[in-house]
């Protein structure tokens, strides 16, 4: 059974940083390319950051592009996400997403963890 299950989550207030793992089981981790994405309060999804399956070409969206940065550890099967420098506009739900493959669409997701930037 593929299971994705996130943590690191919390409070943090304005310019701090957290940490987000996705543990990732079930599956060949390694040979799959990973997100992240979330959902705003009241919002839609928002992709935020992709990396393929060995580490190349991790891309951002403009909305975090600098401060965060993304990274996986194949032999622990784990994706990470380091936000630094948070904004109260970053707080939402985080999920980690799969991208299946050949069809370049995320097909499983973690239940995803909460981030809250406030002072």
């Known amino acids: 059974e593929v ?5 690191g989550g919390g409070l943090v207030q304005p310019g701090g940083s957290l940490r987000l793992s996705c543990a990732a089981s079930g599956f060949t981790f ?3 390319a990973m997100n992240w994405v979330r959902q705003a309060p009241g919002k839609g999804l928002e992709w935020v ?13 403009d909305s975090v592009k600098g401060r965060f940065t993304i990274s996986r550890d194949n032999a622990k099967n784990t994706l990470y996400l380091q936000m630094n ?4 506009e ?3 739900v985080y999920y980690c997403a799969r991208t299946g493959l050949g069809s370049g669409h995320y097909d499983y997701w973690g239940q995803g963890t909460q ?4 002072s």
């Open 49 to 61: 950051s992709f990396i393929l399956s060995g580490g190349e070409s991790p891309t951002y969206a």
């Open 90 to 92: 970053d707080t939402a």
């Open 85 to 88: 420098s948070l904004k109260p």
């Open 30 to 32: 390694s040979i799959y």
């Open 115 to 118: 981030v809250t930037v406030s």
């Open 3 to 7: 299971q994705l299950v996130e943590s």
